[in-house]
């Protein structure tokens, strides 16, 4: 199969021939906001498990189902819970994922055999345009093969899927870039099951105390059962095995000079680049700068593949704010090899 870029900005036909494909039962890489997404039509199993076989993607991982509008969930789900009307008037469109008991017309394909769906009111336009244009609600997973660092530009999407799926909408790199927060409100408490571009803070001022998963902060052996089957697998991971190392600046990058050898690389904020002379550095903004290192993280552990560094030392920020879904991205990437200061 071909892959074909469209480009909405110069091309005022790119966004019907994408709809197209999807109404023909395609797969289509489309930016979001938060990163980019492998989509399909979620109400068409057959379409839904091209995505599977393009990410090889394990068959019990559900996928996240995105709408164009607020009103598209009633469709989907029976039951909407008042807490979700509420996250939805303070949080969407924007990058978080609710988790609520799933309708009938949502296909095992999506939801994998569990009786909740996650749903996405995503903002970015063409995302929205997407969807409205093909008329169905659209399946998308993060459009990296699977195990890799997730995709915020059209090329790292071309990277992984060139000739696995029909097309992709170019629409520039992802401005939030880490994936949307997940949390689940279909138990007796809301429960964050993935951090991202919503703060745990930001949850707990809409819905009072929420429960943490503990897949956020340790490794999941592979036959334990988890809220969200996704945080189990290896995950955003490089080539090179990742150290990750949490403490101060200062004082991570002392420790990683002292241990890095001249093979390795180093992941590091901006202004600790310069400290790290004569080994491969990639920086991700300046260690008080979170968003910047949102939108840098997957691309930065991407550039890594490009070379042959034995081992990658990452400095982490702390788990406050946006913090806690960067750090998450980096821990994960490590296999939960963390060195605490
Ligand atoms: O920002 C995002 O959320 C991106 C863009 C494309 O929208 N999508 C994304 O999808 O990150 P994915 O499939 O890479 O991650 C979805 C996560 C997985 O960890 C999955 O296990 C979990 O959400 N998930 C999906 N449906 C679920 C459900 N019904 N119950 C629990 N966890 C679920
Ligand atoms: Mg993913």
């Given at each position: 199969m071909k892959t074909v870029i469209l480009s909405p900005q110069s091309d005022k036909t790119a966004m019907q021939t994408a709809a197209t494909l999807i109404k023909a039962g395609e797969v289509v890489g489309m930016p979001t906001e938060t990163v980019y997404g492998l989509a399909a039509n979620a109400l068409n199993g057959a379409a839904v498990e091209k995505i599977f076989r393009a990410k090889g993607r394990p068959q019990d991982n559900p996928l996240i189902v995105h709408i164009a509008d607020f009103q598209q969930i009633y469709d989907l789900c029976p039951h909407v819970p008042d807490s979700a009307a509420r996250l939805a008037e303070a949080f969407w469109p924007g990058p978080l994922t609710m988790i609520v008991p799933k309708g009938d017309c949502i296909p095992n394909e999506v939801s994998c055999g569990l009786d909740t769906v996650g749903i996405r009111l995503p903002s970015h336009p063409m995302a929205r345009e997407l969807i409205r244009a093909a008329g169905v609600p659209l399946a998308a997973p993060s459009a990296n093969t699977s195990g890799r660092p997730s995709t915020t530009t059209a090329e790292h999407v071309l990277n992984d899927m060139d000739g696995k799926i029909?097309?992709?909408?170019?629409?520039?790199?992802?401005?939030?870039?880490?994936?949307?927060?997940?949390?689940?409100l279909a138990g007796e408490k809301p429960r964050l099951l993935r951090p991202g571009g919503i703060t745990l803070e930001q949850l707990e001022t809409v819905l009072g105390e929420v429960e943490v998963d503990r897949a956020l902060y340790e490794k999941i052996s592979d036959d334990?059962?988890?809220s969200a089957p996704g945080m189990k697998y290896r995950h955003y991971a490089p080539k090179a095995p990742v150290t990750a190392?949490?403490?101060a600046p200062a004082e991570s990058a002392a420790y990683i000079l002292a241990h890095a050898a001249r093979a390795d690389g180093v992941l590091c904020f901006d202004e600790c680049a310069a400290a790290f002379a004569g080994l491969f550095v990639v920086s991700f903004g300046r260690s008080d700068d979170l968003p910047t290192q949102a939108r840098e993280v997957f691309d930065a552990l991407r550039a890594f593949d490009e070379t042959d560094v034995h081992t990658i030392w990452?400095?982490?920020?702390s788990d406050e704010g946006l913090g806690l879904a960067v750090s998450n991205r980096i821990k994960k990437a490590a296999g939960f090899?963390?060195?605490?200061l």
């Open positions: 029909a097309a992709i909408l170019d629409g520039g790199a992802c401005g939030v870039g880490v994936e949307s927060t997940v949390v689940s334990t059962r988890v190392v949490r403490g990452a400095q982490c920020p090899h963390i060195i605490e």
